[in-house]
């Protein structure tokens, strides 16, 4: 009979932060594994195709020393996906000078992992020649010349490279890219736990105390596995979990509570049952597991698609409020016939906050009834100094813009910033959201291994 086996998720994301005093709840529990996702794709391509990690090196440090240090003194495993937010080689290479430092400030012993993520564009272009890669939901077909267009492609590992990694010795894992669940289901699908218990727990346990009241991304919960179920609670008195809290997390993020799919299979929680077993504990029964036909991985692939600038202003000026869309479409018009002759190719958009500058075309109310509106003007172009040639110009138009009714003349536009447009850089589209097919997924994913001996590498 398999013993309860104890995880301890710190954060929602590595250098999202975490108490200590939580940290300290946890660890006293002697937990069986310390594992934490560090990525989305949720802050945009950008990251991905600049190479760029959204956390900063200090705030993973901070986190991850705690990490290390507990796994290390209880001789368990530390799992962390998708490194450095996007998974990519720069975002992992990153992740691993950090742990470089903490080993030698340290004097640390240990065996690590890196597995990467990021995948050589020929290979793909070879592999889409073949009919390997398929599409995914509504994204379109992938071509070879869309993958030839991507800066940089990644795919989402599952649990088979990082079980390898395991039985190869390493106490620490860094991956790139991963499945969210994957750094929490790997070890004790690998010690014969249920893949479905396992991987609807990770899908939990990544967004930490987001599955708590009150939710947190930045605050540490345990999760409990068992031959039949699991559970989950949060390490702060201050937070408990409930069966609405943890059912709701279930279908976080998802197009079909019931249905969730995944590199290896989809999870089918038709029959899941969600029971309070004590005020701050929820107990799952009835997660089932669906392996894949063919198995697979999701590849995310970003291209450059110019230079960004923008310019934050507002207006409380309320015929000006009335007249936006006029506005709007005049400054467009005004814009265009004063750089004409450039050959500039841009693109520009304007959103207001205070109108539907968070739905857009989705707001359903269309009546402004704020008092004042906040407005970002957005310049696209295919160099950074055409995107600030046109933000200026469409800035400069916009203030001075004169529409029925307008009483002041001075300006139109409150600036809150000094320098007013502020060059954002270089942006990026998602352009490969695809499946690729294969038969091992683990050896898509090489593992590099790194042995520490009293903070020296050898």
């Known amino acids: 009979m398999l013993k309860e086996y104890r995880i301890l998720s710190p954060s929602g994301i590595v250098g999202y932060g975490f108490p200590e005093e939580s940290w300290n709840i946890g660890m006293a529990q002697k937990p069986d594994l310390i ?52 998974g990519g080689t720069p975002h992992l290479e990153r992740e691993i000078g950090i742990l470089r430092e903490l080993a030698r400030e340290n004097g640390y012993s240990f065996r690590m992992a890196a597995i990467s993520s990021e995948f050589d564009k020929e290979f793909l272009i070879e592999e889409c020649n073949k ?14 010349e869309d993958i030839q267009g ?34 929490f289901a790997a070890d004790p699908i690998r010690k014969g736990y249920s893949e479905a218990l396992a991987t609807h727990l990770g899908k939990i346990l990544e967004c930490s105390c987001i599955a708590a009241v009150p939710g947190s991304a930045s605050d540490c919960i345990m999760g409990y596995l068992y031959e039949d179920s699991f559970a989950v609670e949060p390490c702060a008195s201050g937070r408990i979990c409930t069966t609405t809290s943890v059912a709701a997390h279930t279908l976080y993020e998802k197009s079909n509570p019931y249905m969730l799919p995944g590199p290896g299979g989809t999870l089918n929680l038709h029959d899941c049952r969600f029971v309070q077993e004590t005020a701050r504990r929820v107990r799952v029964y009835g997660s089932k597991f669906i392996p894949q036909k063919k198995k697979n991985v999701k590849l995310e692939g970003v291209k450059s698609v110019g230079f960004r600038t ?11 409020i009335s007249h936006i869309d006029e506005i709007l479409d005049g400054v467009k018009k005004r814009t265009a016939e ?36 906040g407005i970002v ?11 600030n040639t046109v933000c200026s110009v ?13 009483i002041a003349t001075a300006g139109n ?46």
């Open 413 to 458: 536009l409150a600036f809150p910033f000094s320098p007013s447009d502020i060059a954002v850089g270089e942006v990026f589209n998602f352009s490969a959201y695809s499946l690729l097919e294969n038969a091992d997924p683990a050896e898509l994913f090489p593992r590099t291994f790194i042995e520490f001996c009293n903070g020296e590498e050898i």
């Open 338 to 373: 004063n750089i004409s002759g450039t050959g500039i190719e841009y693109n520009l958009d304007f959103i207001v906050y205070g109108k539907n500058g968070v739905m857009g075309a989705l707001e359903p109310l269309k009546e402004i009834t704020s008092h004042e509106i």
């Open 310 to 320: 923008i310019s934050i202003c507002g207006n409380r000026d309320s015929i000006f």
């Open 131 to 144: 009919g390997n890669i398929v599409r995914l939901g509504a994204a379109p077909q992938v071509t070879p």
């Open 35 to 86: 594992a934490c996702d560090a990525g989305s794709t949720d802050p945009g391509p950008y990251y991905l195709g600049a190479g760029k990690p959204f956390t900063t090196p200090s705030a993973v440090k901070r986190d991850m020393g705690l990490m290390l240090k507990g796994a290390l003194e209880l001789g368990i495993p530390m799992i962390i996906g998708s490194c450095g937010g996007s």
């Open 150 to 183: 991507c800066r940089r492609i990644v795919a989402q590992m599952g649990v088979e490279s990082i079980i390898k990694a395991l039985d190869q010795g390493a106490q620490v894992v860094l991956c790139g890219r991963a499945y969210d669940p994957s750094a």
């Open 377 to 387: 003007i957005d310049a696209v172009a295919d160099t950074q100094e055409h995107a």
């Open 394 to 406: 469409a800035r400069s138009t916009m203030l001075h813009y004169g529409y029925e009714g307008r």
